[in-house]
């Protein structure tokens, strides 16, 4: 059995940073991609950004130069860092990641950006 537990949600003002955390426990056999997704209120889930197992990573036109994906082998964790974040990033942040072949997600965490 795979979980995903996401950490480091909260409530920012605009300008601000959070870092979320996705760590992975269980049968780990392999993790071949992680990712970050987003679900707005009243809006379908966004793919935020991406790292391969090989570290090449792609990140959303809509966060691009503000968010960072990385991850950590060893602790078969991956991390976003966001950066000068903007009203408009406030949504629920999921992690996925594709091991031994299937896809599992975490939980979610609540990130709000407001004054």
């Known amino acids: 059995q795979v979980q995903l537990v996401e950490s480091g949600g909260g409530l920012v003002q605009p300008g601000g940073s959070l870092r979320l955390s996705c760590a992975a426990s269980?049968?780990?056999?392999?993790?071949?991609?992680m990712r970050w997704y987003r679900q707005a209120p009243g809006k379908g889930r966004e793919w935020v950004a991406q790292?391969?197992?090989?570290?090449?990573?792609n990140t959303a036109d809509s966060v691009k130069g503000r968010f960072t994906i990385s991850r950590e082998n060893a602790n078969n964790t991956m991390y976003l860092q966001m950066n000068s974040l903007k009203p408009e990033d406030t949504a629920v942040y999921y992690c996925?990641?594709?091991?031994?072949?299937?896809?599992?997600w975490g939980q979610g965490t609540q990130v709000t950006v407001s004054s």
């Open positions: 996925n990641m594709l091991i031994g072949g299937r896809g599992y």
């Open positions: 269980g049968r780990i056999f392999g993790i071949t991609l």
């Open positions: 790292i391969t197992s090989g570290g090449m990573t």
